[in-house]
């Protein structure tokens, strides 16, 4: 018996990838579309305040490569570190992308780290809600602190692995089975990923989806990465979906002894 999976749904629309990717390290506007596509991602994250949208008019636009039609366009914060910036940039992407309302809010501690900087997340997520924004929310793997932020309305919940660009791996699995437990929305792990056996893990905790950027873009062969992060998050769903065996401290034969011939 097959279990048939339902789509990942955030803001109301239907996604059937669980991949997100990002558009920050590589080479150019060509390669993040080529891993773009291989990824089978429907979704792209783009820094406002380091890759044009159109607010550099004498510059490249992501948009003249990664169609806004064929792909949703997630504009983040990244770089901000105040309430008060993250909520001016979501404003400003809002205003380049004629009314678009899905982002994805980060406010950052510091720069070494870029771990989340909680108290300015949630004024600056209650800010945006009110202002009619749809927020993914980037955030510590507090179950309390994401549960705070799904009450004030974020669309998803997105807990760090570990630390951004790490490439550390899921450092925090019992955090985020907690949040996952108490969620009503998407909890998608954002950070910390660095290999496919790493999506894989996530999945296979229950997570929605997974976010991941550098752990694409500076592998040696990103395309070929993206595809690997596909097949790991489709893998890691389904193992989820189809139930581990239990863990044991003994053996459990395969073939069973019992009425055997000799």
Same mark, same amino acid.
């Given at each position: 018996?097959?279990?048939?999976?339902?789509?990942?749904?955030?803001?109301?629309?239907?996604?059937?990838?669980?991949?997100?990717?990002?558009?920050?390290?590589?080479?150019?506007?060509?390669?993040?579309?080529?891993?773009?596509?291989?990824?089978?991602?429907?979704?792209?994250?783009?820094?406002?305040?380091?890759?044009?949208?159109?607010?550099?008019?004498?510059?490249?636009?992501?948009?003249?490569?990664?169609?806004?039609?064929?792909?949703?366009?997630?504009?983040?914060?990244?770089?901000?570190?105040?309430?008060?910036?993250?909520?001016?940039?979501?404003?400003?992407?809002?205003?380049?992308?004629?009314?678009?309302?899905?982002?994805?809010?980060?406010?950052?501690?510091?720069?070494?780290?870029?771990?989340?900087?909680?108290?300015?997340?949630?004024?600056?997520?209650?800010?945006?809600?009110?202002?009619?924004?749809?927020?993914?929310?980037?955030?510590?793997?507090?179950?309390?602190?994401?549960?705070?932020?799904?009450?004030?309305?974020?669309?998803?919940?997105?807990?760090?692995?570990?630390?951004?660009?790490?490439?550390?791996?899921?450092?925090?699995?019992?955090?985020?089975?907690?949040?996952?437990?108490?969620? /009503?929305?998407?909890?998608?792990?954002?950070?910390? %990923?660095?290999? &496919? !056996?790493?999506?894989?893990? $996530?999945? +296979?905790? #229950?997570?929605?989806?997974?976010?991941?950027? /550098?752990?694409?873009?500076?592998?040696?062969?990103? %395309?070929?990465? &993206? !595809?690997?992060?596909?097949? $790991?998050? +489709?893998? #890691?769903?389904?193992?989820?979906?189809?139930?581990?065996?239990?863990?044991?401290?003994?053996?459990?034969?395969?073939?069973?002894?019992?009425?055997?011939?000799?």
């Amino acid at each position: 018996m097959t279990t048939q999976d339902s789509p990942l749904v955030i803001a109301g629309k239907a996604y059937a990838s669980r991949l997100i990717i990002g558009s920050g390290k590589y080479q150019s506007f060509q390669q993040n579309l080529d891993a773009l596509v291989a990824s089978g991602a429907e979704m792209i994250t783009v820094a406002i305040r380091r890759v044009n949208l159109g607010q550099n008019r004498d510059e490249p636009s992501l948009l003249e490569v990664i169609s806004p039609t064929r792909y949703t366009i997630l504009p983040n914060t990244a770089g901000c570190y105040n309430a008060a910036d993250a909520v001016r940039t979501c404003r400003m992407a809002r205003e380049l992308l004629d009314g678009h309302k899905l982002v994805k809010l980060e406010v950052l501690g510091d720069q070494k780290t870029l771990y989340p900087n909680v108290t300015e997340t949630l004024i600056a997520a209650e800010e945006l809600v009110k202002d009619g924004f749809d927020v993914m929310v980037y955030t510590s793997d507090d179950p309390l602190i994401a549960k705070r932020l799904e009450e004030l309305g974020c669309v998803a919940v997105m807990p760090l692995g570990a630390p951004i660009g790490s490439g550390l791996g899921i450092r925090n699995p019992y955090n985020i089975r907690m949040i996952l437990e108490n969620a /009503t929305v998407p909890v998608i792990v954002d950070a910390g %990923v660095g290999t &496919a !056996s790493d999506a894989a893990i $996530a999945m +296979e905790l #229950g997570c929605h989806g997974v976010l991941m950027n /550098t752990a694409i873009a500076e592998a040696r062969n990103p %395309v070929l990465m &993206a !595809s690997a992060m596909k097949k $790991a998050v +489709e893998s #890691g769903r389904e193992a989820f979906l189809a139930g581990r065996m239990p863990r044991r401290l003994y053996a459990s034969a395969s073939s069973p002894i019992d009425g055997t011939f000799f």
